[in-house]
């Protein structure tokens, strides 16, 4: 988890030093693929709060998410249908439920104390 905070802290400072131009027919992409990079870091967190964390299945779950969203929205560009929806609702969702999750375990360890 200590790779993805650094990685996510070194991707900020990116973004701020050298700001780009994405043109806008890969800005759906390129906001599938933050949507489900920050769905990962999450669960990650969430996982490592549960005592379950584990680095291949962060780093595998990371890629595979990225890949799927990726071609969803791909085969949802050639069928001319906006498939990207799916993608949005399914890691919003998701985002939605380790965020509760992580809020009830941390007010869980804060009334314990």
């Given at each position: 988890?200590?790779?993805?905070?650094?990685?996510?802290?070194?991707?900020?400072?990116?973004?701020?030093?050298?700001?780009?131009?994405?043109?806008?027919?890969?800005?759906?992409?390129?906001?599938?693929?933050?949507l489900s990079?920050?769905?990962?870091?999450?669960?990650?967190?969430?996982?490592?709060?549960?005592?379950?964390?584990?680095?291949?299945?962060?780093?595998?779950g990371f890629?595979?998410?990225?890949?799927?969203?990726?071609?969803?929205?791909?085969?949802?560009?050639?069928?001319?249908?906006?498939?990207?929806?799916?993608?949005?609702?399914?890691?919003?969702?998701?985002?939605?439920?380790?965020?509760?999750?992580?809020?009830?375990?941390?007010?869980?360890?804060?009334?314990?104390?």
């Open positions: 988890m200590l790779f993805a905070m650094i990685g996510l802290i070194i991707g900020i400072c990116a973004g701020l030093v050298f700001p780009g131009y994405i043109p806008k027919e890969y800005s759906i992409y390129v906001a599938i693929a933050l990079a920050f769905d990962t870091v999450i669960g990650g967190v969430l996982a490592r709060l549960e005592h379950r964390y584990n680095d291949k299945v962060f780093l595998s890629i595979i998410n990225s890949l799927l969203a990726a071609l969803l929205i791909y085969a949802g560009s050639l069928l001319d249908i906006e498939l990207y929806y799916a993608a949005i609702v399914v890691f919003g969702v998701r985002l939605f439920q380790n965020f509760a999750s992580i809020r009830r375990i941390l007010l869980n360890s804060h009334q314990k104390k």
